[in-house]
């Protein structure tokens, strides 16, 4: 071989052994997401942290093996709360909130697989953290439950005695419940407002594929879920909340929600569009005026200052799907991972979901918004 063509294949190899050795760029992880927790059997949804700490989950029935639908995590397991006698009486459990009071509450939707719910079975059972027994059980009244509903995530507040409840319905309207604690009455809010519902030209994309239900012969289906993430602000007077297919964050005054007197025009007059903050299926608020959302399409946590700007806290490979929202009093908010989207109804059958699932953390350096 000629000496300048052999010295040219020479060169030409050694660059294309260096290109190929060098390491290829990878997505910059944002902030410092801590696992806390891996679970190994059902995927969980909620998570809530109580003003002492102590840290409680819960799984739903979708299909898993749900041995319990509500746990605490104590000494480096999951073991069923407040007993396993206790969780025979939970038909299948969304959320699970700490009121800031002393007591777990336990929203149990009644509607094992999305079905319709049992008759009379809706309803929010409350934990009395100190004795861990039962103390009280609200059955949402019928007025307020639909064929449809589905009983997503709850906020309370204890200086006007309301729970603030999200219906997410996969194929009716959408709505805020407003509970009455005391008398154990109930309104349906918002039913069917554009606020509580499937944004029509939303397509989610996660992990760079749409997301659809996928059957098993080859057909599919739009996501829709409707309004699903709440928060409470600090001083009680405004209720933020979103649909699951939907970007964009809402808010309302919650004693209009609150009064009969107000006519749904009326309240629908007083919505606020806050505008787009990712696809979010938690929502939370902290003490100084921030509502925290997950991003489940960019494996995110974000945050929304007092000033109304978003910043990312969170973003790494790891939070797929980003579910409940909790702030616990250690300045930390904690959240679950379960990779919903992995499930099986949306991949034609074939349940791509990875064990473990994670429950994390961030550091907010912020309190919870308080409930009296």
Request: hydrophobic share 40%.
């Given at each position: 071989?000629?000496?300048?063509?052999?010295?040219?294949?020479?060169?030409?190899?050694?660059?294309?052994?260096?290109?190929?050795?060098?390491?290829?760029?990878?997505?910059?992880?944002?902030?410092?997401?801590?696992?806390?927790?891996?679970?190994t059997g059902a995927m969980?949804?909620?998570?809530?942290?109580?003003?002492?700490?102590?840290?409680?989950?819960?799984?739903?029935?979708?299909?898993?093996?749900?041995?319990?639908?509500?746990?605490?995590?104590?000494?480096?397991?999951?073991?069923?709360?407040?007993?396993?006698?206790?969780?025979?009486?939970?038909?299948?459990?969304?959320?699970?909130?700490?009121?800031?009071?002393?007591?777990?509450?336990?929203?149990?939707?009644?509607?094992?697989?999305?079905?319709?719910?049992?008759?009379?079975?809706?309803?929010l059972v409350a934990v009395?953290?100190?004795?861990?027994?039962?103390?009280?059980?609200?059955?949402?009244?019928?007025?307020?439950?639909?064929?449809?509903?589905?009983?997503?995530?709850?906020?309370?507040?204890?200086?006007?005695?309301?729970?603030?409840?999200?219906?997410?319905?996969?194929?009716?309207?959408?709505?805020?419940?407003?509970?009455?604690?005391?008398?154990?009455?109930?309104?349906?809010?918002?039913?069917?407002?554009?606020?509580?519902?499937?944004?029509?030209?939303?397509?989610?994309?996660?992990?760079?594929?749409?997301?659809?239900?996928?059957?098993?012969?080859?057909?599919?289906?739009?996501?829709?879920?409707?309004?699903?993430?709440?928060?409470?602000?600090?001083?009680?007077?405004?209720?933020?909340?979103?649909?699951?297919?939907?970007?964009?964050?809402?808010?309302?005054?919650?004693?209009?929600?609150?009064?009969?007197?107000?006519?749904?025009?009326?309240?629908?007059?007083?919505?606020?569009?806050?505008?787009?903050?990712?696809?979010?299926?938690?929502?939370?608020?902290?003490?100084?005026?921030?509502?925290?959302?997950?991003?489940?399409?960019?494996?995110?946590?974000?945050?929304?200052?007092?000033?109304?700007?978003?910043?990312?806290?969170?973003?790494?490979?790891?939070?797929?799907?980003?579910?409940?929202?909790?702030?616990?009093?250690?300045?930390?908010?904690?959240?679950?991972?379960?990779?919903?989207?992995?499930?099986?109804?949306?991949?034609?059958?074939?349940?791509?979901?990875?064990?473990?699932?994670?429950?994390?953390?961030?550091?907010?350096?912020?309190?919870?918004?308080?409930?009296?």
């Amino acid at each position: 071989m000629n000496p300048l063509r052999l010295a040219a294949a020479v060169a030409l190899a050694f660059s294309l052994h260096v290109h190929a050795a060098e390491p290829v760029p990878q997505q910059r992880p944002i902030g410092h997401a801590e696992r806390v927790f891996a679970f190994t059997g059902a995927m969980p949804t909620g998570v809530s942290v109580s003003e002492t700490g102590r840290i409680f989950v819960n799984f739903p029935q979708w299909g898993d093996e749900v041995p319990f639908g509500v746990g605490e995590i104590r000494d480096g397991r999951v073991v069923a709360y407040p007993s396993a006698e206790a969780n025979r009486d939970f038909l299948s459990v969304q959320s699970v909130v700490a009121d800031g009071q002393g007591k777990l509450w336990v929203l149990d939707t009644a509607a094992p697989g999305f079905a319709a719910p049992k008759p009379g079975g809706p309803k929010l059972v409350a934990v009395d953290l100190k004795t861990n027994q039962v103390a009280r059980t609200v059955v949402f009244p019928s007025n307020v439950i639909l064929p449809t509903t589905y009983v997503n995530d709850v906020r309370f507040d204890f200086r006007t005695g309301t729970a603030y409840v999200t219906d997410s319905s996969l194929s009716g309207p959408g709505a805020i419940i407003v509970l009455d604690l005391a008398s154990g009455k109930a309104l349906r809010r918002l039913s069917g407002h554009a606020s509580t519902s499937p944004d029509p030209a939303f397509v989610p994309v996660v992990e760079g594929e749409s997301m659809q239900v996928r059957n098993a012969d080859g057909s599919t289906q739009p996501f829709t879920v409707a309004s699903d993430g709440i928060a409470l602000s600090a001083d009680g007077k405004t209720l933020y909340y979103s649909a699951l297919s939907s970007r964009h964050l809402y808010a309302v005054p919650t004693a209009l929600l609150r009064d009969p007197a107000v006519s749904e025009a009326q309240l629908a007059a007083a919505v606020k569009d806050l505008g787009e903050k990712g696809a979010s299926d938690g929502l939370e608020a902290d003490a100084d005026g921030a509502v925290y959302a997950s991003d489940y399409e960019h494996n995110s946590i974000r945050k929304r200052a007092p000033d109304g700007s978003w910043s990312t806290l969170a973003s790494d490979g790891r939070l797929l799907w980003p579910d409940t929202l909790s702030i616990g009093p250690d300045g930390y908010l904690y959240f679950t991972a379960n990779q919903l989207h992995r499930q099986a109804g949306f991949h034609g059958g074939r349940d791509l979901r990875e064990k473990t699932y994670g429950l994390f953390r961030v550091k907010i350096d912020a309190r919870p918004a308080p409930t009296r």
